[in-house]
């Protein structure tokens, strides 16, 4: 008896059914839809939104007598995308809506279109675009003291090096605002190239290295980089890691030596124990303050230009006015003068004269 209760009831839902949304019983369509709106997260009509913001988007639709309605949808961006998931509306004739929220990506750019699909069991389908885009916001300076918030051992190096307090962490890597409020890497610059370093490390426009009273200019590092073999092949981070300083930490400035890329180099005439940057990037630079008289001349910073071209006169490494660095088809180079009487002057080794170093220059490596 219980069986065939439930079977009649079932029977008279299902015509009930029919008499609802049978297109046959009434030729009237069920569904109208009225309109999408876009709006910010407090219902005020827009169409320009900036990434990070929460949007809602609503729909308004019809039934046309009673019935039953869905609706899903799709967000697509230039650069991301959102479901609306599913939502129903069973009613009598009359207006509807229904809203989602969606939260725009803070990577978010350019126009987005939302697409929503409207349908009933009848099979009737309704689809409806509306579109808005969204406008990236420009990055303010907020000062490096906010950096170090989040990077304070990074800051605590930083304001060891000559580049504080006037380099700050937004000079190289650009304003931070949008990358603090965020914290994505997207929206921080991380220009790993010589040139971005070259844009405070050179002069003129870095193809020439200016020269006065028999020494290199200072502040041309990137200059002298370039126009080496080093500076086809590398970076100036590949040796140098900018957070630190050279002259309070060396062993974390200098990110390799230069036997991790010359490992087959050898070195005699008992020298071995001499590093590297002794003779190949002497103080061949003038800042303030010279030393030494003649040949025996140094300057109080270090060149960037390690190649020694051991045949060449001094005078040879200035062009003929003495205002620039000499470049051959090699690039540029320094003398022996430079590489071997800056500490043979009888102080800092024993004293040795510019035909006696150049003679023996290239026996050191074998």
């Not at 407090?42 to 900036?50: H, I, K, M, Y």
């Not at 906010?146 to 006037?166: N, R, Y």
């Amino acid at each position: 008896m219980y069986k065939q209760s439930k079977l009649i009831i079932i029977i008279l839902l299902t015509a009930l059914q029919c008499l609802l949304f049978s297109k046959t019983a009434l030729t009237v369509e069920v569904l109208s839809f009225n309109d999408i709106t876009i709006t910010n997260n407090l219902g005020e009509p827009q169409t320009e939104f900036a990434p990070g913001n929460v949007i809602k988007i609503i729909a308004s639709f019809s039934l046309e007598r009673p019935g039953v309605a869905v609706l899903r949808g799709t967000v697509t961006g230039e650069n991301w995308t959102a479901t609306l998931p599913l939502r129903f509306r069973l009613g009598f004739a009359g207006d509807y809506q229904v809203t989602w929220t969606v939260d725009i990506p803070v990577t978010a750019a350019g126009n987005t279109q939302v697409e929503i699909i409207l349908f009933n069991p009848l099979q009737e389908r309704v689809i409806r675009s509306a579109f808005f885009a969204v406008v990236p916001y420009d990055a303010e300076y907020i000062g490096s003291a906010a950096c170090s918030l989040c990077h304070p051992d990074v800051f605590a190096e930083w304001v060891k090096t000559l580049h504080s307090p006037f380099v700050g962490c937004e000079v190289c890597h650009g304003p931070g605002s949008k990358h603090v409020l965020t914290q994505s890497p997207q929206f921080i610059k991380i220009n790993t190239s010589s040139k971005q370093c070259g844009l405070c490390h050179s002069r003129n426009d870095g193809t020439v290295i200016e020269a006065e009273d028999g020494f290199i200019k200072n502040q041309q590092q990137y200059n002298e980089f370039i126009a080496t073999k080093h500076g086809k092949v590398l970076e100036c981070v590949t040796c140098h890691n900018p957070h630190f300083s050279v002259s309070t930490d060396r062993s974390k400035a200098i990110k390799v030596n230069c036997k991790e890329c010359h490992p087959t180099q050898k070195v005699d005439l008992l020298m071995e124990a001499i590093d590297c940057t002794q003779c190949h990037m002497p103080f061949a630079v003038l800042k303030l303050q010279s030393t030494g008289n003649g040949l025996y001349r140094k300057g109080d910073q270090r060149t960037h230009i390690v190649r020694i071209k051991t045949q060449a006169n001094p005078q040879e490494m200035f062009t003929a006015g003495g205002n620039a660095i000499r470049q051959d088809a090699q690039g540029a180079f320094i003398t022996d003068n430079f590489s071997c009487l800056g500490c043979h002057n009888g102080t800092d080794a024993r004293f040795e004269d510019f035909e006696s170093v150049r003679k023996t220059t290239t026996l050191i490596h074998y």
